[in-house]
């Protein structure tokens, strides 16, 4: 083995020093195109995240409101019920009406109260239509009973 002048010892480090230098600089760029690589991620995931964000808060929004239709519509439909079995009850406790072949129907959106089925006369069918008009105020009463005798 032949020993290394000091020349070739300072090249050498020198040498040493310099691609460790390189790999530093090599490291420290690909470093930074790391970090502005994960920024430019981070940005596009955190717009991502904020376009979710609308479209979760438009979604929940769409169904608050159709709940909120649903909730009005079934409060006009209980509320037409309502009338029905008031113009039912009224029918039956009516002495002057034979209400057992009488069905009330009654429609919410049109504001409407049927009656169907049969009477046994003519005056049973204008007091059952009197009757409903009371008992359903602000209701369209359409009267199609038919007078059969019995």
Not at 71 to 87: H, I, L
């Amino acid at each position: 083995m032949t020993r290394m002048s000091s020349r070739s010892r300072i090249a050498a480090a020198i040498a040493a020093i310099a691609v460790t230098a390189a790999c530093s600089d090599r490291a420290e760029r690909g470093a930074d195109a790391a970090v502005r690589d994960a920024a430019t991620t981070a940005d596009r995931a955190g717009n991502a995240a904020s376009d979710a964000a609308k479209n979760v808060g438009a979604a929940v929004s769409d169904a608050a409101r159709a709940t909120g239709d649903a909730v009005v519509e079934g409060g006009k439909a209980a509320g037409a019920a309502v009338e029905t079995m008031d113009v039912k009850m009224a029918l039956a406790a009516d002495a002057r009406v034979d209400a057992s072949h009488i069905n009330v129907d009654t429609d919410h959106v049109a504001k409407t109260v049927t009656l169907e089925g049969r009477v046994p006369s003519a005056a049973q069918k204008f007091f059952a239509e009197t009757i409903a008009k009371e008992k359903a105020p602000g209701y369209t009463v359409r009267n199609t009973l038919v007078v059969v005798a019995p």
